[in-house]
């Protein structure tokens, strides 16, 4: 606890302007006022209403209209909540319907007259739009086929409802913490909801025979949660969830909101001290980590038919993008009733299960599945995409019509059969398309093209994991305009297809094959120069699997240099190299510019880079590919 106390001492030298805002009056007050607010229009609402307060109950002012964020506990809905939403969509809301990345659902385009019918229209169907932004515990994630799955070894629901009895709809928890919180409830053996990527995440587990959760904290935006050395059972979560956010109620930050989630509380006091002050708290001496049981999502990669315990089955839909309709949302719902349970599932990749099927033929022979069952392909299976410019004020590019446009391309240039690849889109460097995570990710921003203008285009990022060993990607390429960006990653996935073993998801391939081969630079180059070769109408360079370069990006680059040079040339660089440091070399004089003689197509600057690669002098070669790619770009 003195621990905490002096940290929120030193951060607490000036309130930022929301907390100020906060404590103009109590969030449960303008909720009340829902009808005034609906009746007096734009108009009589306050500034801190539209800025704030309503926030805290789903409702973002867009300037003509409203979005409002539904919360769907574990994604779970009946058929008379899902019927609902949907006719509200199409009464309400143009008949849109977002599907986002905590397992919810956003609706739009709402006007200020409706929002109070809209929210007592789902409340009356048991949907609560509570405390789904601003500085609130957020809608809880789990897996999707929680209870039903086979490798579900606890059923998740039970707790979360006890989970949020602890804040949901309770005048004092509502906006009282200093940023927002995420949680997720894992009681699976498959990660299907991203578990380690929340505030706090309690991902299955087991400690002397008995099953539990291991506990997991402070992730955020491109940072994984950490280890907390904690297991619970099912009956010590609430009290050790309760605990955790009475400390970050207490002791987190409330000066800059850019610095407030939990992440930082934990990176300036330890991990080991929050939970200290939990079990204090709690009054509870939790036991130390068991066995981690989570591993990662092999079963429902393979296909959208999913056998469940009770012998039915659970059948995925993909809807792209997370681009939904009221109108689909009822036309599932029905179907939904007629070959099964009526029950669905939303998705953390922004789809959806029809769950508890018996009658699979009427399924596939459905309207629905066939507006869809085109989107049951590689690219589209594990694709995220968050909100982009059409509906957000942050973003930067359009990103879902990017993120589907990406997926048609691929799918046309590589085709890949039993592969697993995870493409995840963020609009803007805020994250919501949890890009850092995806085995590519893009992230949005301005580029400029070849002629020197300002397009929409990505950072590229590689390498995300969310197995136990949860990694973010890095960057690979930065300010790539899209259409580039998609010529990238064109050659990164041929790299995948030519390389992969059978069933290996790029995951485990970037593991077993590109981190352990090459260096990231180093693939950056190879994406780079086979995107320069295709533009000349020049062979793809190949990446020699038998080539021995130990991930050292000094003999990545020459060796690189050479397989060039006789692919451009037909020739050999030098007369002998010998595969071993100091580079033992007979040097075979060549001018600058001599491919470009050899061959017309090859332009100066490559020619300068790839003698720049292989120079006979060790000490002027180039030592990293950042030389090489500088001059690239030109």
Excluded at 314 to 324: L, M, Q, R, W
Excluded at 387 to 416: H, R, W
């Amino acid at each position: 606890m003195i621990k905490l106390k002096a940290a929120k001492a030193k951060r607490s030298k000036k309130e930022n302007k929301v907390e100020v805002t906060k404590a103009l009056k109590e969030p449960l007050s303008v909720y009340e006022q829902l009808e005034e607010i609906a009746k007096g229009g734009y108009e009589n609402a306050k500034k801190e209403d539209l800025a704030y307060f309503l926030k805290c109950f789903g409702l973002f002012d867009k300037g003509e209209d409203f979005m409002l964020r539904v919360r769907i506990p574990g994604g779970q809905l009946n058929n008379e909540q899902a019927i609902r939403l949907g006719e509200v969509a199409q009464k309400y809301g143009n008949d849109y319907i977002d599907i986002t990345t905590r397992m919810q659902v956003e609706l739009r385009f709402i006007k200020i007259e409706d929002i109070a019918n809209v929210i007592n229209e789902l409340r009356e169907v048991g949907i609560s739009t509570f405390q789904t932004g601003v500085d609130n515990p957020r809608n809880i994630v789990t897996d999707p086929l929680d209870g039903l799955a086979l490798d579900n070894i606890i059923e998740s629901m039970p707790l979360i409802n006890k989970l949020q009895d602890i804040f949901l709809e309770k005048k004092e928890w509502i906006s009282a913490l200093p940023r927002k919180f995420n949680t997720g409830v894992l009681g699976s053996l498959s990660n299907s909801c991203n578990i380690f990527g929340h505030d706090c995440s309690f991902a299955l587990a087991q400690k002397d025979g008995e099953i539990g959760f291991n506990v997991y904290l402070g992730a955020r935006v491109s940072v994984q949660a950490v280890d907390a050395d904690v297991f619970v059972t099912v009956d010590e979560a609430p009290k050790f969830y309760e605990a955790l956010l009475k400390i970050f109620k207490a002791f987190g930050y409330r000066d800059n909101r850019n610095k407030n989630r939990l992440h930082f509380l934990i990176q300036d006091v330890g991990v080991e001290h929050l939970v200290e002050a939990i079990k204090l708290e709690a009054d509870c001496n939790f036991k130390s980590r068991g066995v981690l049981m989570v591993q990662s999502n092999p079963m429902l990669a393979q296909t959208n038919r999913v056998l469940l315990k009770n012998g039915s089955f659970a059948y995925k839909f993909i809807v792209p993008s997370g681009i939904f309709s009221g109108s689909d949302m009822i036309e599932v719902a029905t179907l939904a009733n007629e070959v099964g349970s009526g029950d669905i599932r939303l998705t953390y990749d922004q789809n959806f299960f029809i769950v508890n099927v018996k009658d699979i033929n009427t399924l596939e022979a459905s309207s629905l599945y066939k507006k869809y069952e085109d989107y049951n392909t590689l690219y589209f299976q594990d694709m995220i995409a968050c909100a982009g410019t059409a509906t957000c004020s942050f973003g930067v590019i359009p990103n879902k019509p990017d993120a589907i446009e990406m997926a048609n391309y691929l799918s046309k240039q590589v085709p890949i059969e039993n592969a697993q690849i995870r493409m995840n889109w963020s609009a803007c460097p805020k994250g919501c398309g949890v890009h850092g995570i995806g085995d590519i990710g893009f992230e949005g921003c301005k580029a400029k093209d070849e002629d020197g203008n300002r397009v929409d285009g990505v950072h590229l990022f590689i390498g995300g994991k969310i197995t136990k060993e949860a990694k973010e990607a890095k960057v690979l390429h930065k300010a790539l305009p899209i259409n580039e960006a998609r010529e990238h990653v064109k050659f990164l996935l041929k790299l995948y297809k030519e390389h992969k073993l059978p069933n290996e998801s790029f995951e485990e391939f970037d593991d077993r094959f590109l981190s352990v081969k090459y260096t990231r630079a180093a693939i950056a180059f190879y994406t780079k120069i086979n995107y320069i070769l295709e533009e000349l109408g020049l062979n793809e360079f190949k990446l020699n699997k038998e080539l021995k370069t130990y991930a050292n990006e000094k003999y990545e680059i020459f060796y690189f240099g050479l397989e060039l040079y006789k692919q451009l040339t037909g020739e050999k660089r030098f007369e002998a190299v010998v595969d071993l440091e100091p580079f033992k070399i007979k040097v075979k004089s060549i001018k600058e510019n001599s491919i470009s003689k050899i061959n017309p197509k090859v332009p100066l600057n490559l020619s300068k880079a790839i003698y720049l690669m292989t120079h006979e002098d060790k000490e002027k070669r180039a030592k990293v590919f950042t030389e090489i790619l500088t001059i690239l770009k030109q």
